[in-house]
């Protein structure tokens, strides 16, 4: 397949526009290119522009500005939610093929939008958080991965264990999957939101890499080629189901079954360093660096990471973060470290502690 197509709708049409699909065409992973559109253009022009490149010219995927009804030059009267939505029951009619919807836009611009409208979450597959220097390798193979999902993904008849890569799911937590035994019509879009919203982006049942070293209790930058040389040994725990190419996660189950093999131990009760002395002398790998705890943290019982540092954390000396989502029963809340909820590490990037941690951080923030 060659490098998938995505159109590009955004109100503005400026260098820095240029520069952000430049900056995504110059991986030769995804080809990105604008929709050309007018200052007041109705709703159903934009829909059939979009629906003809979709159709005709086989474009892939959607990379969509959130505020279309900004203050650019082509400035609309509506914004990317309702098109989206309006796209998003095209395809589950059939009319034409579902395709990716990735959003696009400022920081401050998605936060101001979600935290009025959570119901717009559910649109977007993805979100490209446009910001100084963005990481367009990174970015370009999530488009890429997305765009040759949704051409695998079936509307009739369907195996999860196909889908996911995984035989035994009935093996897990029943609740996980039961949203597609409730709904009498399946499309495209439910696996893909599920997927990446309820399983990638979340702790449980995958994990994420950052996550799998804190577990192992290793330093994953000064362990460097020896830490690349670990992960291969943890290829059963790798999920190979839809879009693993362009989220790299791993089964907490099935890393848990294999680290008890090896060590016959629980390793959450272990120290850092003594699971870096098991994994070394069972695989034979040497300088392996244990991970040491985060500034004010004593433990090193490492479970989780600080999301405001990336950096291995034991839950008992972390705070909860808020989160624009219920957790389901069967997720893990997600960390920071008390030093960088203290010190307001991550505040720009909406990394915020939840509201009943608050307390304890002021506390903390007297006593340091």
């Known amino acids: 397949?060659?490098?998938?197509?995505?159109?590009?709708?955004?109100?503005?049409?400026?260098?820095?526009?240029?520069?952000?699909?430049?900056?995504?065409?110059?991986?030769?992973?995804?080809?990105?290119?604008?929709?050309?559109?007018?200052?007041?253009?109705?709703?159903?022009?934009?829909?059939?522009?979009?629906?003809?490149?979709?159709?005709?010219?086989?474009?892939?995927?959607?990379?969509?500005?959130?505020?279309?009804?900004?203050?650019?030059?082509?400035q609309l009267e509506y914004s990317a939610i309702s098109i989206s939505a309006e796209l998003r029951a095209i395809c589950a009619r059939k009319e034409i093929p579902s395709f990716p919807i990735v959003?696009?836009?400022?920081?401050?611009?998605i936060k101001e939008t979600y935290?009025?409208?959570?119901t717009s979450h559910d649109l977007f597959d993805y979100t490209f958080k446009k910001a100084g220097e963005p990481n367009y390798e990174k970015f370009s193979k999530k488009?890429?991965?997305?765009?040759?999902?949704?051409?695998?993904?079936?509307?009739?008849?369907?195996?999860l264990e196909e889908i996911f890569k995984r035989p035994d799911l009935n093996t897990l937590d029943q609740r996980i999957f039961e949203r597609f035994f409730n709904q009498d019509i399946i499309v495209p879009y439910d696996f893909a939101h599920f997927a990446v919203k309820t399983l990638f982006h979340c702790t449980n049942p995958l994990i994420k890499e950052t996550v799998l070293a804190a577990r192992l209790g290793?330093?994953?930058?000064?362990?460097?080629?020896?830490?690349?040389?670990?992960?291969?040994?943890?290829?059963?725990?790798?999920?190979?189901?839809?879009?693993?190419?362009?989220?790299?996660?791993?089964?907490?189950s099935i890393l848990n079954v294999q680290l008890k093999e090896i060590s016959g131990k629980n390793f959450s009760f272990l120290k850092a360093e003594e699971r870096v002395k098991i994994l070394s002398q069972f695989f034979g790998i040497n300088n392996l660096v244990p991970a040491i705890p985060i500034t004010n943290n004593a433990s090193s019982?490492?479970?989780?990471?600080?999301?405001?540092?990336?950096?291995?954390?034991?839950?008992?000396?972390?705070?909860?973060?808020?989160?624009?989502?219920?957790?389901?029963?069967?997720?893990?809340?997600?960390?920071?470290s008390m030093y960088a909820a203290a010190e307001r590490i991550g505040i720009d990037k909406g990394i915020e502690p939840h509201y009943t941690e608050l307390e304890r951080v002021e506390e903390f923030k007297k006593g340091s």
């Open 103 to 109: 959003l696009c836009s400022t920081i401050d611009k």
């Open 1 to 74: 397949m060659s490098a998938p197509k995505y159109i590009y709708v955004d109100d503005e049409n400026d260098e820095s526009i240029t520069s952000l699909i430049n900056g995504f065409n110059d991986t030769g992973l995804v080809e990105v290119n604008q929709l050309s559109i007018n200052k007041g253009m109705n709703f159903s022009e934009l829909e059939g522009l979009i629906k003809s490149k979709i159709v005709d010219e086989k474009y892939d995927g959607l990379l969509i500005d959130l505020r279309l009804d900004g203050e650019g030059p082509n």
């Open 218 to 252: 290793v330093n994953i930058e000064a362990s460097g080629d020896h830490w690349v040389e670990l992960l291969s040994k943890f290829e059963d725990c790798k999920y190979n189901g839809l879009f693993s190419d362009g989220w790299n996660r791993w089964w907490a």
């Open 143 to 159: 488009l890429c991965s997305l765009a040759k999902g949704y051409k695998d993904l079936p509307y009739g008849k369907f195996s």
């Open 115 to 118: 935290k009025s409208d959570k």
């Open 301 to 336: 019982e490492f479970w989780t990471i600080c999301e405001a540092l990336k950096l291995p954390l034991d839950p008992l000396e972390g705070v909860k973060i808020r989160l624009s989502h219920e957790l389901k029963p069967w997720q893990e809340p997600k960390y920071i």
